[in-house]
């Protein structure tokens, strides 16, 4: 089963809102990842995180890689309308050397009405 | 430079009927892993080949299969189609095993009725 455990599980934005997401781990992860996938289509990469504590920006979004290695955050700020879509964390198999990503749950955003 | 390409985007088969997907990475990339996207059990990882070799597998039964070829291109097989194997399927392609920096194409949704 999944071991990336991602929260909320959805919430609703409102345009100009900062929003805050997180992932969580039972096990340590040496690499984490945050992927946007969009209706229809396959997952973005958005950051990578190689190291405990890093803090990495990309536009509006900044991604952190926890200190316990078993967490990571992404906060995007002063969301856009497309900005919605369904974000994943991901990060390699514990134990394992090649490409396996383990990927959590998801956090899907959506627009206040 | 391209993205990652699958072929074809949508396809309807019935069940006992086999199906074989097709992708191929961005230019240069050697590694190509095949996930299963389904609303229940989520990104879920089939399989990754590098250099025409299967490097890991997930935990999933021997009716999946699938190959790597000289130029990277990879194909994946389904055999004796269950109703349960509707799903998106999603090929990723990185430039070296090992590379957790993902690239994911826009999967072929395959509908098993």
């Known amino acids: 089963g999944q071991q990336l455990n991602q929260s909320p599980q959805s919430m609703f934005i409102q345009e100009g809102e900062d929003v805050s997401m997180n992932c969580t781990s039972s096990?340590?992860?040496?690499?984490w990842l945050w992927y946007k996938q969009d209706p229809g289509e396959g997952p973005v990469l958005l950051i990578a995180l190689y190291k405990a504590g890093e803090l990495t920006s990309n536009g509006r979004l900044t991604a952190q890689f926890g200190i316990t290695r078993k967490d990571s955050f992404l906060n995007i700020s002063a969301s856009i309308p497309s900005d919605v879509g369904i974000y994943f964390c991901a990060g390699p198999a514990p134990n394992n050397a090649g490409n396996m990503l383990t990927f959590g749950g998801g956090t899907r955003l959506m627009v206040k009405p | 430079k391209a993205g990652v390409t699958q072929t074809p985007r949508y396809l309807i088969k019935t069940r006992g009927q086999q199906v074989t997907l097709s992708c191929s990475p961005i230019s240069g990339h050697r590694s190509v892993s095949w996930y299963q996207q389904t609303p229940g059990q989520g990104l879920q990882f089939l399989f990754e080949y590098f250099s025409e070799t299967q490097r890991n597998k997930g935990n999933f039964p021997g009716r999946f299969s699938g190959r790597q070829f000289s130029n990277s291109r990879s194909e994946m097989n389904v055999s004796t189609l269950e109703l349960g194997d509707s799903a998106l399927y999603l090929c990723?392609?990185?430039?070296?095993?090992?590379?957790?920096?993902?690239?994911f194409g826009p999967g072929t949704r395959l509908t098993v009725l």
């Open positions: 096990s340590i992860f040496n690499t």
């Open positions: 990723a392609s990185s430039f070296w095993q090992g590379n957790n920096e993902q690239f």
